[in-house]
């Protein structure tokens, strides 16, 4: 019984919000390796394309709530969450015509364009704060819970209840479907396959016949439909403030470095890698230890490896750790240059 409530703990505040997270950052992260993989630079304006994708549901489905349109128990931003994606990617098609593409027809080097996104990520940072502010904005509706911790307390009878989010369940289903629905398309369809090709040898595809135009704009159609989804599943999962999303950023980077930065399996990997690290190293592992050890080795204190103040430093430590020893990742991605 000490055992079964200790696992209850234990899942309740490590491994059911670490699963959400993941997928959160997994989602984030693949659209940062799409990009890397196919236009081949580093795109420190994912972050901020996120919030801006997020800011566009979020007035939609403020707008539809004005309308009393609901879907109880699941929030209304499903419904509005196809014209954050349609809007998003339609911005970032503009930002590409009007930033990157002149620097791909210069064939400028890969840092020169990441250079670029970084003054991208501004502007785009000071549009969402200048529509929507920068205060933390809610905007989930529906049921809370799926289960309550006294239903479960009632159902098992033990003393630790586990308590589990519509927003847990829903990012975790969703980003499964995302992800599925990503890999069929690059392994199986046409277009997947020539950005594949592209992706691997650039020349060697467009002389095969494969028009560089459309791989571009597939592209970053993509990559704004993951970063919204992330997004909008981390503000219902959380809330949305527009320097979170800043702040996502380096999670985000070191998902995709550590399972590959290019790899689209290597940033699923790599995103329950950092989450699971970021929420395992913060917990304080007191209570657990009540449960599972003799009265005489139970710890004083917290048993807090770091405060959760310091999350993003875990993700900043397996970043440098990973660049160090292993550039390409866990699945060999491609060098960051």
């Known amino acids: 019984m000490e055992m079964l409530n200790a696992l209850t703990l234990f899942s309740n505040f490590v491994l059911i919000p670490g699963l959400a997270y993941g997928s959160q950052l997994a989602l984030g992260a693949l659209g940062v390796t799409l990009v890397f993989g196919i236009l081949r630079f580093a795109n420190f304006a994912h972050g901020d394309l996120m919030a801006f994708g997020t800011m566009v549901t979020i007035l939609m489905t403020w707008w539809l709530q004005s309308l009393g349109v609901s879907i109880s128990p699941l929030p209304t931003a499903l419904i509005a969450l196809p014209i954050g994606i349609i809007v998003t990617?339609?911005?970032?098609?503009?930002?590409?015509?009007?930033?990157?593409?002149?620097?791909?027809?210069?064939?400028?080097?890969?840092?020169?364009?990441?250079?670029a996104s970084i003054g991208v990520m501004f502007m785009m940072n000071a549009i969402?704060?200048?529509?929507?502010?920068?205060?933390?904005?809610?905007?989930?509706?529906?049921?809370?819970?799926?289960?309550?911790?006294?239903?479960?307390?009632?159902?098992?009878?033990?003393?630790?209840?586990?308590?589990?989010?519509?927003?847990?369940?829903?990012?975790?289903?969703?980003?499964?479907?995302?992800?599925?629905?990503?890999?069929?398309?690059?392994?199986?369809?046409?277009?997947?396959?020539?950005?594949?090709?592209?992706?691997?040898?650039?020349?060697?595809?467009l002389l095969s016949g494969i028009n560089p135009d459309r791989v571009v704009l597939i592209t970053w159609i993509i990559a704004a439909a993951?970063?919204?989804?992330?997004?909008v599943l981390y503000g219902m999962d959380k809330s949305f403030k527009p320097f979170t999303y800043f702040?996502?950023?380096?999670?985000?980077?070191?998902?995709?470095?550590?399972?590959?930065?290019?790899?689209?399996?290597?940033?699923?990997?790599?995103?329950?890698?950092?989450?699971?690290?970021?929420?395992?190293?913060?917990?304080a592992?007191?209570?657990?230890?009540?449960?599972?050890?003799?009265?005489?080795?139970?710890?004083?204190?917290?048993?807090?490896?770091?405060?959760?103040?310091?999350?993003?430093?875990?993700?900043?430590?397996?970043?440098v750790v990973v660049l160090l020893i292993k550039p390409t990742g866990l699945f060999k991605g491609k060098v960051i240059k």
């Open 285 to 319: 592992y007191k209570k657990v230890f009540v449960y599972v050890l003799p009265e005489d080795w139970q710890p004083e204190g917290l048993s807090q490896l770091l405060s959760t103040d310091y999350k993003f430093a875990v993700s900043f430590i397996i970043l």
């Open 89 to 115: 990617a339609l911005f970032a098609v503009a930002t590409d015509k009007a930033v990157f593409s002149f620097y791909r027809l210069k064939k400028s080097p890969p840092v020169i364009l990441t250079i």
């Open 247 to 283: 702040q996502l950023l380096l999670p985000i980077f070191a998902a995709a470095i550590v399972g590959g930065i290019g790899h689209p399996v290597g940033a699923v990997v790599g995103g329950y890698v950092v989450a699971f690290s970021e929420v395992m190293v913060t917990y």
């Open 128 to 205: 969402v704060r200048f529509i929507i502010g920068p205060n933390d904005q809610r905007f989930y509706d529906g049921e809370k819970f799926l289960m309550k911790a006294r239903e479960f307390k009632q159902l098992t009878g033990l003393d630790e209840g586990l308590s589990i989010r519509y927003t847990q369940v829903l990012t975790v289903v969703v980003a499964l479907v995302v992800v599925i629905a990503l890999f069929w398309f690059l392994q199986r369809s046409r277009t997947g396959k020539a950005m594949r090709a592209f992706s691997d040898n650039e020349d060697l595809a």
């Open 226 to 231: 993951l970063a919204t989804i992330a997004g």
